[in-house]
Structure formats: C-alpha cells, structure tokens
C-alpha cells in the first residue's frame, strides 16, 4: 500500500496524541450535557472509533451517510443523503465527526439540515482542515490538524475507495492521479 505514498503527513503517535486532546476538551465541554456523537460515513469511520474513546463522559452514537451530487451541483453544495441518522436529534446535544473540511459544502449543508431539526447544539469536529481549499465559509468547533493542499489518504481517507486503513495520514503521490 505504501507504494503510492509520497510521505506519511501525520503520524500514528501525532494522531493519538491529538485524539487524547480532542477528547478531554470534548468531555469538559459536555461533562454536565448528554452528547451524541455523529460519524459521517465512511470517511471518519477510523478518527470517529478511536475518539471516542478518548472521551470520559457517556455518549450515545449515530451515523450517516452521504455522498456528494456531480460537479455541477456540487457547487450548490447540495448533498445526497444515504442513510439517515437513526435518532432524533431535537433537544439533543450534537457533534458531528467528519474527517476533513475541505472547499466547506459538505459540511455547511449538512449543519444547516441538521440545524432545522432543532438540536439543543451543534458543533462540529473534524479531524482535518484545509482552510485554502474553502469555496464557501465554514469552520470547525474541534480541528485536529490544519494541514496544506495536499491530497491525503489513509486513518480513514481514500482514494478511490482504498488507503483508508493506513494507520497515518498520508501524501499520496501525484504520479497516481495526474
Ligand atoms: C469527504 C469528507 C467530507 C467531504 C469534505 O467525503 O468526508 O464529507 O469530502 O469535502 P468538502 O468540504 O469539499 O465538501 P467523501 O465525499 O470523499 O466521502 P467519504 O467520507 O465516504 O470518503
């Protein structure tokens, strides 16, 4: 799998490090709420699994998932939902857990959807950032790493459905998609 990686971005023990962090934040800021957590599949499947066991409070769990429209109805920032949330979220504290915020759309459609069915909260986390991809304004609760424009695989993230279960962050090498 290595083969087509250009240089791990963020390590095993970084990523841990950051988890640990992340989630004594999380159950400070939560410690007197009941907080349900949300992974939005599949992308945050591996950051979503072991944050929350960094996390000392008792939490319940949902997932969704979702998919991008084309390119062309990308740029309305319009979402394709797959497989709803299985609880209801109204007077529910709620953070959902993706893996990256990349041009923003995803994630500011998904709050405004999630926002109408009146949370107490909503804040989201995601385990990365890359502020100079944003196309529309947005901006994470919980950040674990801000990273450049590259194109990162691995802990989750693919390329073409593969590399997510390389344990670190990854650069993938451009030779695979250029
Ligand atoms: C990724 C990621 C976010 C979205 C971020 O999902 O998980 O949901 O893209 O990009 P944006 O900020 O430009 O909207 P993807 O569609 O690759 O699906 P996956 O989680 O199943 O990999």
Redesign the pocket.
């Known amino acids: 799998m290595y083969q087509n990686v250009k240089r791990v971005l963020i390590s095993k023990e970084q990523i841990a490090k950051r988890n640990k962090e992340l989630g004594a934040q999380i159950s400070e800021d939560y410690k007197d709420k009941e907080l349900l957590m949300v992974c ?5 499947s591996v950051f979503f699994a072991d944050l929350i066991r960094e996390i000392t409070i008792p939490v319940k769990l949902d997932f969704m998932s ?3 429209y084309g390119n062309g109805a ?1 740029s309305s920032g319009e979402v394709k939902v797959i497989k709803d949330l299985d609880s209801r979220v109204e007077g529910k504290h709620v953070i959902i857990v ?10 500011s459609y998904l709050t405004k959807m999630l926002k109408a069915r009146n949370p107490a909260s909503l804040k989201v986390c995601s385990l990365l950032d890359k502020p100079s ?1 944003r ?1 529309v304004e ?1 901006k994470a609760d919980y950040v674990g790493f801000e990273i450049e424009n590259e194109f990162v695989i691995g802990y ?3 390329y073409a459905q593969i590399y ?1 279960n390389l344990p670190e962050v990854c650069i993938l090498d451009p030779k695979v998609y250029s």
Do not use: C, H
């Not at 939005?40 to 945050?44: F, V």
């Open positions: 939005i599949l599949k992308g945050s979702i998919s991008s990308k993706e893996d990256i915020v990349d041009s923003g759309y995803t994630l991809r196309e947005f989750g993230l693919d997510r």
